[in-house]
């Protein structure tokens, strides 16, 4: 198991990007893990270039029983969970992210933030 680092440009295509490297790296899991962990990727990224500053970067550790999934930027402005309506087109990425994750947070320093979230592997899963 190796750890995936990525360094983004803040640009929607690297949402793809990071997903792809996301389920090529975890590609030892269960498919079921590897797609939770590209969809909480995918909402990270997102709200990393929306709301975040550049850099951003990407970090996955995989372990037998975990993988651990943090974003970082440059901004110390931390995320607010959103209540969105069924009618908004956005506002639901740290949502998503709280639902699909055993455990997320947040870590602010000088140099920015960085999100991350534990996904519990199960053993009949490994």
Do not use: Y
Not at 23 to 43: K, M, W, Y
Not at 55 to 84: G, M, Q, W, Y
């Amino acid at each position: 198991m190796v750890d995936l680092e990525l360094t983004l440009p803040p640009d929607a295509r690297s949402v793809r990007v990071a997903r792809e490297a996301t389920r090529q790296g975890l590609d030892h899991f269960p498919s079921e893990c590897v797609e939770i962990a590209a969809a909480i990727v995918s909402e990270l990224v997102s709200n990393a270039i929306r709301h975040g500053s550049p850099p951003i970067s990407l970090h996955v550790v995989p372990k037998p029983s975990r993988i651990k999934i943090s974003v970082t930027d440059a901004s110390s402005s931390a995320p607010v969970v959103k209540s969105a309506s069924p009618l908004d087109q956005q506002g639901r990425g740290l949502e998503i992210v709280e639902a699909l994750s055993d455990r997320w947070g947040v870590t602010t320093g000088d140099a920015g933030k960085s999100v991350w979230c534990e996904l519990d592997v199960l053993p009949a899963l490994r």
